[in-house]
């Protein structure tokens, strides 16, 4: 049974940093597509981050463009572990986010949730201005 476990978010001020990381079981090497989706009150999940990977390497990554330059993803193969990196962080980027994996995929990686069987319990982060 896969398990995607998040780490705890917080609170930061505008342009600060926070990371958040992502613990899979049993491993994440055969998980294809892995990703860091977000959610705001009223508003849908949204893809932030997607790592498309093939026996453990990372193949491509793509980042939603309201992130582009300032959030980070990154796997560890060998700790099955996924970490999303938030740099020069808005109010906007206030949110809860999720972790999610799938064995499957389209090329690229998929933005939509519903294309992924895996969840992490999520976590609140949030931005001051």
């Known amino acids: 049974r896969v398990q995607l476990v998040q780490s705890e978010g917080g609170s930061v001020q505008s342009g600060g940093s926070l990371s958040l990381s992502c613990a899979a079981s049993?491993?994440?090497?055969?998980?294809?597509?892995m990703a860091w989706f977000r959610q705001a009150p009223g508003k849908e999940r949204e893809a932030v981050a997607i790592v498309v990977s093939d026996a453990g390497s990372d193949k491509s990554i793509t980042y939603a463009d309201s992130v582009k330059g300032r959030f980070t993803i990154s796997r560890d193969a060998a700790k099955n572990i996924m970490y999303l990196q938030m740099n020069n962080m808005k109010p906007e980027d206030t949110a809860m986010y999720y972790c999610?994996?799938?064995?499957?995929?389209?090329?690229?990686?998929?933005?939509?949730?519903?294309?992924?069987?895996?969840w992490g319990q999520g976590t609140q982060v949030t931005v001051s201005s």
């Open positions: 999610a994996a799938d064995y499957g995929g389209s090329l690229y990686g998929d933005i939509l949730a519903g294309e992924y069987k895996y």
């Open positions: 049993p491993s994440t090497v055969a998980m294809y597509c």
